[in-house]
């Protein structure tokens, strides 16, 4: 395992609420970022880019997350980088078959990512719970591309994490109204998407933990803290 | 490509008599004996292969908790896989405390058989993900419950126990199970005492007979000696996750020979 690298970039991790926020900070700093777990909107507006990290439930994820949405918006629009975990991805989308689910009525996600999140079909145990695999569908800055050692080097294999393994927990999963969204691929009954992505590429978002995923998820994180700073 | 069946080993903590968090494994439940610091062990673990980790404070005291609190803050920077902790977890400030520290999920155990209001709250407040119950569960084959299960020949059902397995509860543990998973429980780890430390591998009929009544996913626990008793639980129990840990701790097995083994025979795990 690599040690820890000089820092290339700042990164606002959102603290709406509760969990295990210390593994995902240890891994942005070890993948090379100055991190803020910060509520502060001086400091999520100022930083390089921003995480969304997330458990538990859609509707009071969304509840936690009220007072950032105006915000995380605008950012998303200004061409920030916005990452989100896990529900933090599922709160990208449009909505979520979750809150219906559990009696809430319709609850708005943030749209960033036009779409909606359902849950997994019967013939599963549910939740989705350990390492599967991740098939990369397309080119983006945070997967490098398809092909874990492409011979004609069009992927940049050191980044690329087509193939590994990753590490999931989740009842739902998303689904983006444009197949373009779909940065990669899992399979768990029906194949859904692990990693997301909007058209400008910008804002995104993995089902799975990187900071839980060992080698692989830590390589994304590098992916991300460089593209927070190539910009 | 799909879900792989997880490898999990087990590290108990102790305190020795510095102060330090000390690691021990144990045979039923007793005689613990000695086997070294938790975070170095942590990170060999991590780089043989382990899935994830299952840490277990077995002081269940208030300066154990400490320890244990600091050993996973030390764990969580150091190793990138998930964490599950345990011992002496009986109120919803005691799960957050612990998710704060630096664990992914909680394992409750008595706590939540006394009082099993505990796992909707800290299902509703943490998410179902990080709530996993924890069961020690022993043979009876008396009848003061109803059989279910078969152990050679003889007829029996499966009681909760407490206290590392010292005192019964008269609960069933496969119907606690199920009230558990309803309650919110996200996972199930079964312990049990019959085969605890026996090494003569899992108690099958009683993962069968947990696994064929819920959904969530279970962590078979106890009695592992060796790859084919992991094969074992996959295949016939259809369990999601295989614990051990005398013979990854002493080294009669390591994590990627049992791996290994598995692939060969078709089991789906993460190499």
């Known amino acids: ?231 | 490509m799909t879900l792989t069946k997880r490898i999990i080993p087990c590290i108990d903590v102790d305190v020795d008599d510095d102060g330090n968090a000390a690691v021990y494994t144990g045979v039923n439940f007793e005689d613990l004996e000695y086997t070294g610091d938790p975070v170095e062990m942590a990170k060999r673990y991590n780089e043989a292969g382990a899935d994830e980790f299952v840490f277990l404070d077995i002081t269940a005291s208030a300066e154990g908790r400490e320890t244990m609190l600091e050993t996973v803050s030390s764990v969580a920077d150091e190793v990138f896989i998930p964490l599950t902790v345990g011992g002496g977890i009986r109120t919803r400030e005691d799960i957050k405390e612990t998710l704060r520290a630096g664990a992914d999920k909680v394992s409750i155990n008595t706590g939540a058989l006394e009082r099993p209001a505990l796992i909707g709250e800290g299902a509703e407040a943490f998410g179902s993900q990080c709530i996993v119950i924890s069961v020690d569960a022993r043979r009876r084959f008396d009848e003061g419950g109803e059989y279910y299960a078969e152990v050679d020949g003889e007829s029996c059902w499966f009681e909760c126990t407490v206290k590392g397995g010292r005192e019964g509860t008269g609960t069933d543990a496969v119907e606690w199970a199920e009230e558990a998973e309803q309650r919110g429980a996200g996972e199930l780890f079964i312990n049990s005492i019959d085969a605890d430390g026996t090494k003569d591998g899992y108690d099958i009929p009683l993962m069968k007979a947990v696994c064929d009544a819920v959904s969530t996913p279970v962590i078979a626990s106890s009695g592992c000696g060796g790859p084919e008793d992991a094969y074992e639980v996959f295949t016939e129990a259809n369990a999601d996750a295989a614990l051990a840990a005398s013979i990854f701790h002493f080294g009669e097995y390591s994590i990627e020979e049992t791996k290994r083994y598995l692939d060969e025979r078709g089991i789906p795990v993460r190499l």
């Not at chain 1, 509707?59 to 997350?65: I, K, L, R, T, V």
């Not at chain 1, 839980?212 to 927070?228: P, Y």
Request: charged share 25%; hydrophobic share 35%; proline share 6%.
């Open chain 1, 1 to 231: 395992m690599r040690g820890q690298r000089q820092t290339v970039a700042e990164v606002a991790v959102v603290d709406y609420g509760l969990g295990n926020l210390r593994s995902v900070t240890r891994g942005l700093e070890r993948a090379g970022a100055a991190v803020d777990v910060t509520d502060d909107p001086d400091t999520i507006v100022d930083a390089d880019g921003i995480v969304l990290p997330g458990v538990g439930a859609f509707s009071e994820g969304m509840d936690n997350a009220g007072p950032f949405r105006e915000l995380l918006v605008e950012q998303a629009e200004a061409g920030t980088p916005l990452f989100g975990i896990c529900l933090g991805m599922q709160m990208l989308l449009t909505s979520s078959e979750e809150a219906d689910h559990e009696g809430e009525g319709e609850v708005e996600g943030l749209d960033l990512i036009p779409g909606t999140n359902v849950r997994f079909p019967d013939s599963v145990k549910v939740p989705q719970m350990g390492w599967n695999t991740l098939s990369v569908q397309r080119t983006h800055p945070l997967v490098s591309g398809p092909g874990a050692a492409d011979p004609d080097g069009t992927a940049d294999s050191d980044r690329s994490v087509d193939g590994e393994y990753a590490y999931f927990v989740h009842s739902y999963y998303a689904r983006p109204d444009d197949p373009d969204a779909v940065v990669a691929t899992t399979e768990y009954g029906p194949e859904f998407a692990s990693i997301v992505a909007n058209e400008a590429g910008n804002v995104f978002g993995t089902q799975f933990h990187p900071e839980k995923s060992g080698e692989t998820g830590l390589q994304i994180l590098r992916n991300f803290v460089d593209f927070c700073a190539d910009r």
